[in-house]
């Protein structure tokens, strides 16, 4: 028993010194720009990699998939005046859907009529409280609110930063056709749709 331990001891010390050493035979085959880039990133990535192929982290980030999602942000029309038209209706619905209760809206009224608006006045979400689960995006009857990708959001007061108000909340329409444009192609579609709809 004593020799087959051995033996896999120095099973493991030999892999372990070759995947060392065959680190160091890619680093030079790559001249120093196997990390920082995205060709190197991308050659780590795949199947048949060697040496190491740890990411480098914060310098080199894994892509996200489109449909990873983290705190949920508002999207608008930029109008030709250069206004920004708000999606968002104040419904409600998403934060009715939301299950920790995170997201908290108050409408708009008119100053003159006092009757209340189809605009939000206040929309925060408290991102320490979201748990990232979608609901709110996938609930939304006008495509107003979509989940984001940015995930680093670590800080050191989470009573200040950590509610998003409408100001922090607010992304143009071009922001996540880039973040997602599959789900954004199809809202377009389905959009376009209903206005065909209602105009016959």
């Known amino acids: 028993m004593a020799t087959l331990t051995g033996l896999g001891l120095l099973k493991g010390l030999w892999v372990t010194f070759r995947r060392m050493v065959d680190t160091y035979l890619v680093d030079l085959r790559w ?3 196997r990390y920082r880039s995205a060709a190197g990133l991308q050659d780590r990535l795949s199947y048949g990699t060697r040496g190491i192929f740890t990411i480098q982290y914060p310098e080199e980030k894994l892509p ?4 990873f999602r983290f705190i949920p942000f508002l999207v608008y029309d930029q109008l030709e ?3 920004k038209k708000l999606r968002c209706t104040a419904c409600g619905m998403c934060a009715r859907v939301c299950p920790p209760q995170c997201i908290w809206i108050t409408r708009a009224v008119d100053p003159e009529t006092h009757k209340p608006l189809t605009q939000p006045a206040e929309f925060v979400i408290e991102a ?3 748990m990232n689960c979608g609901l709110c995006a996938e609930f939304c009857p006008f495509d107003a609110i979509q989940m984001d ?10 009573w200040t930063d950590l509610r998003y108000d ?3 909340l607010m992304k143009p329409a071009a922001y996540h056709a880039a973040l997602h444009p599959l789900r954004d192609q199809q809202e377009t579609l389905e959009r376009e749709g209903k206005k065909r709809e ?3």
């Open 31 to 33: 001249r120093g720009k």
């Open 166 to 168: 409408l100001k922090k």
């Open 198 to 200: 209602g105009e016959v």
């Open 149 to 158: 990708h940015v995930y680093e959001i670590a800080t050191h007061s989470r």
């Open 64 to 67: 996200s998939p489109e449909n």
């Open 81 to 83: 005046d250069g206004e």
């Open 128 to 130: 320490d409280v979201c």
